[in-house]
């Protein structure tokens, strides 16, 4: 089966493109908004936005659908999120993707929604194609070592870790926009974890270019913050998988209480997580 992610006011206008080509079935729970047979597969769609196609002929079919329905707002827009903040195994991972208008519909169609929705295999599987679709990307990893220093140098300054996670948002989204530099202007979505502190650090970028900044929750469901949200849980989950194979051990089945004690811990976890989990 593959999905894809929809806004869920698209979905009238793709049922109605699909529905000439497909045969209409009777909808199985509330949760659902049509299901259709197209030749011998099924689709699938949620009232969420989420569609199914359970077999590569009616993939087909839901891409060209979902291209032809996407809704071609102007400007590029760039997305930044992150990974890793709240486990004490690994880096913290912050990623920023710039998407123009006209590849927002292809994100869409290889599968970007929000991570936490996909698998690891799957998440790894799209990465490679956001990077060769977007228009510039950054990924930055800040190794647990760096975490911890970093970490210990807030708190001693009365900070905490959101004016970690602003700085590296800052820095990514500099980096991609330098990159594009582009003519009019931008718009930058964040997730809302902090909305002075990131707003402080994203000023001097607002003051020097022609930068609209938006803070919300769920910022997710926007697909440059999307893209962002798989790139970095896939570079966290590929320097788990690497370091593991280093090792000669599965660090995702190691303990809370063994990586305590733990020789080189500093390396591998966030150790003030370990010791402070209410932080």
């Known amino acids: 089966m593959i999905a894809v992610k929809v806004e869920p006011e698209l979905l009238a206008k793709i049922r ?14 509330k ?3 049509f299901r259709l047979r197209v030749n011998s597969g099924v689709i699938v769609a949620y009232t969420s936005g989420k569609i199914v196609a359970n077999n590569d002929e009616s993939y087909e079919f839901l891409k060209e659908a979902v291209r032809s329905t996407e809704i071609h707002k102007n400007g590029i827009v760039m997305g930044s999120d992150e990974a890793g903040k709240g486990e004490w195994l690994g880096p913290l991972v912050i990623a920023a993707v710039a998407v123009s208008p006209d590849s927002t519909a292809e994100m869409r169609v290889i599968g970007v929604m929000d991570s936490k929705e996909l698998t690891t295999k799957r998440i790894e599987q799209i990465a490679s194609q956001i990077k060769k679709l977007a228009l510039a990307f950054k990924v930055i990893v800040i190794q647990p070592e760096r975490f911890n220093e970093r970490f210990s140098q807030l ?16 820095k990514a989204i500099e980096s991609v926009y330098d990159e594009i530099k ?39 469901e926007e697909i440059p913050v999307a893209c962002a949200s798989i790139l970095a849980r896939a570079q966290r989950e590929s320097w788990i998988t690497e370091k593991s194979r280093e090792l000669n051990l599965n660090l995702r089945t190691i303990k809370e209480k063994d990586a305590i004690t733990m020789g080189k811990n500093k390396e591998l976890f966030k150790v003030s997580y370990l010791k402070n989990r209410d932080r």
Request: glycine residues 2%.
């Open 16 to 29: 109605e493109t699909l529905v000439p080509k497909a045969v209409e079935l009777k909808m199985t729970n």
């Open 182 to 220: 582009p003519q009019g202007t931008v718009r930058v979505v964040i997730d809302e974890f902090d909305r002075i502190k990131t707003a402080k650090r994203l000023r001097a970028l607002s003051q020097r270019h022609n930068v609209t900044i938006v803070q919300k929750p769920r910022a997710e």
């Open 31 to 33: 949760y659902e908004a």
């Open 155 to 170: 708190k001693k300054k009365g900070e905490n870790l959101n004016n970690m996670l602003a700085e590296a948002h800052a």
